[in-house]
C-alpha cells in the first residue's frame, strides 16, 4: 500500500481546484484555458498538495513525463484537460469525505470492484474511466449500490 504524507499547511485547500489556482470548473473561462493549455506549473500544484511522486502522478493523468519535460510554459490541451478530469473526480471524491484529504487520498488508491479491480487513480488515465470514477462517486454519495 502507498504512503502519501500531505505537506504541513496551516489551512488545507478546499478544492483542488481552489489549491492549483484554476479557474471555476466550468464555463467560457475555463474553455478559454483549455484551448491556451494550463501553465506546465499547476502539475507540481496539484502533486504537492496530494503527495505524488511526478512520475506516479503523470502516469495516473495518462501523460508522458518526456513530453511533459519539454514544455517550457503552457501544455497541450489535450494534456490540460487530463489534469481538469482528475481534478474533477478528486475534488467529487473530497467533497464525499467532508474534505478530508486523508481519506480521499486513500479511497483514489484503493482498488474497486465495479472499476473491474482497479483503484480509481489507475481508472482515471482515460476520459471513460474518469467516468466511471466519478458515476461510482456519485453512487456512494447517494447510497446506490455498485
Known amino acids: ?22 479557474p471555476d470548473a466550468s464555463g467560457p473561462e475555463l474553455r478559454g484555458l ?4 494550463l501553465q506546465v506549473d499547476v502539475i507540481d500544484n496539484i502533486r504537492d498538495i496530494i503527495g505524488f511522486k511526478k512520475e506516479e502522478f503523470l502516469s495516473t493523468l495518462g501523460l508522458s513525463a518526456r ?3 519539454r514544455r517550457k510554459d503552457r501544455l497541450s490541451p489535450i494534456e490540460s484537460e487530463s489534469i481538469t478530469r482528475y481534478v474533477t473526480a478528486f475534488d467529487l471524491a473530497l467533497s464525499m469525505f467532508n474534505n478530508d484529504y486523508h481519506k480521499t487520498i486513500h479511497w483514489m488508491d484503493t482498488p474497486a470492484r465495479v472499476l473491474g ?10 476520459e471513460t474511466g474518469a467516468r466511471d470514477v466519478m458515476s461510482l462517486i456519485e453512487g ?4 446506490v449500490v455498485m
Open 1 to 22: 500500500m502507498k504512503t502519501y504524507s500531505l505537506p504541513l499547511k496551516t489551512e488545507t485547500p478546499s478544492s483542488l481546484w481552489v489549491a492549483a489556482n484554476l
Open 34 to 37: 483549455m484551448s491556451l493549455g
Open 117 to 126: 479491480g482497479e483503484t480509481p487513480n489507475q481508472a482515471m488515465k482515460t
Open 67 to 69: 513530453s511533459i519535460a
Open 140 to 143: 456512494i454519495k447517494h447510497g
